[in-house]
């Protein structure tokens, strides 16, 4: 028997609901951790810390083998396809070969950091080492909760993680442990939250009936597996900040790596509220591929708008409102990383391509992507090599903007011509042209009453302008009402009545239903 149906809208809206909860909480908890830790240590000090983070989280990305993309997706397929015991042995034998694994990298990690590493930094980068174990192996977990598409079961570990990060720089700061206190705080951190999403995906898995794991089965996850522990690499020089390895080979300024951080981070946590959505969707479009594929070109192509119109005035907003952002959150020193801003939030608007990522991996597409991210990571490494020596932090975000550009429009046509996504090229097309009127009033406003002092004033009527232009451009179509009527529910009741009327001022009179 296969798992019982439940309307797609509703389990992303569940799930989106929870991932997000965790994602603000992650955002909040960003910000009020690397705020204070880049104003206490300046970007000097933060630059080598920041380096050091990124490698640790490099080998544990790689060192996961590309396990956890394939655990969610194939125990998600036979979750849905009523094989409960299959997808019990796909969790224990990636768990397993994840364990073994985990072990080689972190000691090789620990044994390179006391040959090679300066005895002044040492401990703190033994401590970002040690925190591989609990990192890497919470893969395999989390992907099982988000398998059975229970995004609640993770984000509640997430949340218990955020406390203890929090506790851990404060305690740092206030009783003069600096960064190595923070290191440990990391390691702390992590293993809080690997426990608790561990004990979570054992109360259900350990209820599946138990089976071997089928030769057939072993043969796909070896072969996802390896295409997917490649994807990694390669969104690892194009998606994340791979940029700063050429920034601290290429640039004799090391605050430049603090610069480019701080504007890749500010961009990733603003990015994370309409990535709360992709990722419910992720997890539904995985699913849906063992109860039905054929809804997926349809369900991919609704939820790549949405995150492209959510996504799209949070990005441009950001740019146009760089100046006074970066000032009031880091202080005078970090003034160089305003450009850096602006060019980093305005080529972070097309990871609207999440959605289609993940049909091509549902549907095996493996091929097209890993040749596609190929060229665009050659593309990325080249512009590294030839901007950053002369222009630093901002070469480097144009580098990985435009390889980013590349990546997610390869992506897209990949998803409409491999499986038959159409998307609606008119409303980006309106959605985008409102956006340019939202920052052209942003602008005009922040030349007119300059700083941060007045930066919810900016961001207020920023919104209020893009709200109006979306009407009047004629951005949504009939479909569109009862999709974001869905989300009445996740509305506090006493402002139900507004955002419904706020629906009915979105979606004009002559592309509603006709009432019956």
């Known amino acids: 028997m296969t798992r019982p149906q439940r309307s797609i809208t509703s389990i992303v809206a569940k799930n989106s609901f929870w991932y997000g909860l965790e994602l603000a909480l992650g955002i909040a908890t960003a910000f009020a951790t690397s705020i204070p830790l880049a104003r206490v240590f300046g970007p000097e000090k933060l630059g080598y810390f920041s380096y050091v983070f990124w490698l640790t989280n490099l080998s544990g990305t790689l060192g996961s083998l590309g396990m956890a993309g394939a655990t969610q997706k194939y125990m998600a397929e036979h979750l849905n396809r009523g094989n409960g015991g299959i997808a019990r042995a796909i969790f224990f034998a990636t768990l397993k070969l994840q364990g073994l694994v985990t072990i080689a990298i972190t000691a090789s990690g620990l044994v390179l950091v006391f040959v090679t590493t300066d005895p002044a930094q040492r401990g703190i980068a033994a401590w970002l080492v040690l925190s591989l174990l609990p990192a890497m192996m919470v893969t395999i977990p989390a992907g099982a909760n988000v398998a059975a598409e229970n995004m609640r079961a993770n984000s509640n570990a997430s949340l218990a993680g955020y406390a203890v990060n929090i506790t851990a720089v404060v305690l740092s700061l206030t009783l003069g442990w600096g960064l190595f206190g923070v290191a440990a705080g990391v390691f702390a951190y992590r293993c809080v939250d690997s426990s608790i999403k561990m004990w979570s995906a054992m109360r259900w898995i350990k209820n599946l009936p138990k089976e071997e794991l089928p030769a057939a089965v072993r043969e796909k996850l070896v072969k996802f597996s390896s295409y997917n522990l490649v994807l990694l690499l390669l969104n690892m020089i194009v998606w994340d900040r791979s940029d700063v390895v050429f920034l601290k080979a290429l640039s004799s300024d090391i605050a430049q790596v603090s610069f480019y951080t701080v504007a890749f981070n500010l961009t990733e946590k603003i990015q994370m509220l309409p990535s709360a959505v992709a990722a419910?969707?992720?997890?539904?479009?995985?699913?849906?591929?063992?109860?039905?594929?054929?809804?997926?070109?349809?369900?991919?192509?609704?939820?790549?708008?949405?995150?492209?119109?959510?996504?799209l005035?949070?990005?441009?907003?950001?740019?146009?409102?760089?100046?006074?952002?970066?000032?009031?959150?880091?202080?005078?020193?970090?003034?160089?990383?305003?450009?850096?801003?602006?060019?980093?939030?305005?080529?972070?608007?097309?990871?609207?391509?999440m959605p289609a990522w993940d049909l091509l991996q549902a549907s095996e597409q493996q091929r097209f992507l890993t040749l596609w991210m190929v060229v665009c990571a050659v593309v990325n490494v080249a512009l590294d090599i030839w901007l950053i020596p002369k222009h630093g932090a901002l070469g480097a975000a144009f580098a990985n903007g435009l390889a980013q550009l590349a990546a997610a429009m390869g992506v897209i046509l990949g998803a409409r011509s491999l499986c038959n996504v159409r998307f609606r090229m008119a409303s980006y097309a309106k959605a985008a042209f409102c956006a340019l009127i939202m920052a052209g009033a942003v602008g005009l406003l922040s030349m007119t009453w300059p700083g941060w002092a007045f930066l919810p004033l900016h961001i207020a009527a920023g919104a209020l302008v893009f709200f109006i232009a979306l009407r009047f451009a004629s951005v949504f179509e009939v479909d569109d009402q009862s999709r974001l009527l869905l989300l009445r529910s996740f509305v506090p009741s006493a402002l139900r009545g507004l955002f419904e009327r706020a629906v009915a001022f979105l979606v004009p009179a002559k592309t509603r239903p006709a009432e019956s």
């Open 280 to 311: 419910a969707v992720g997890a539904s479009i995985k699913a849906q591929y063992g109860r039905d594929a054929s809804r997926l070109p349809q369900i991919t192509s609704v939820a790549t708008w949405y995150f492209f119109l959510f996504g």
């Open 313 to 353: 005035p949070l990005m441009t907003g950001l740019a146009v409102v760089s100046s006074s952002v970066i000032p009031m959150l880091y202080g005078q020193r970090y003034l160089q990383a305003i450009p850096v801003l602006a060019v980093a939030a305005l080529f972070a608007i097309p990871r609207c391509y």
